[in-house]
């Protein structure tokens, strides 16, 4: 049964960081292309980030870039999002998600979503 379970959400204060982290399993990296989306209330799904062991790269939605890193850790079989001066705008639920190709917002597989919460 393929599976995937994020964790590491919770409450942080604006420019504070967090690291989201997404465990497969029933399939390994080296078959799908991990994404993690967000979707903030009243807002619709969006991607912010992807890796990729089937194209070797990783890719970032402009929101993100230079303050999320994403990386695989093959031997974990997950996939961590590191969020770095986090702002408001950042907080909503983020989902990893397993298809062929990055960002897809028709993913294969999904997890469950972690909160995460930039507030003051």
């Known amino acids: 049964q393929l599976q995937l379970v994020e964790s590491g959400g919770g409450l942080v204060q604006p420019g504070g960081s967090l690291r989201l982290s997404c465990v497969a399993s029933?399939?390994?990296?080296?078959?799908?292309?991990i994404s993690w989306f967000r979707q903030a209330p009243g807002k619709e799904r969006e991607g912010v980030s992807c890796?990729?062991?089937?194209?070797?790269?990783?890719h970032y939605e402009d929101s993100v870039k230079g303050r999320f890193t994403i990386s695989g850790d093959k031997d974990k079989n997950t996939v961590n999002l590191q969020m770095n001066s986090l702002q408001p705008e950042d907080t909503a639920v983020y989902y990893c998600?397993?298809?062929?190709?990055?960002?897809?917002?028709?993913?294969?597989?999904w997890g469950q979503g972690t909160q995460v919460t930039v507030s003051s």
């Open positions: 890796i990729s062991t089937i194209t070797g790269g990783t």
């Open positions: 029933g399939f390994t990296l080296d078959d799908y292309a």
């Open positions: 998600a397993a298809d062929r190709i990055c960002l897809s917002p028709a993913s294969d597989y």
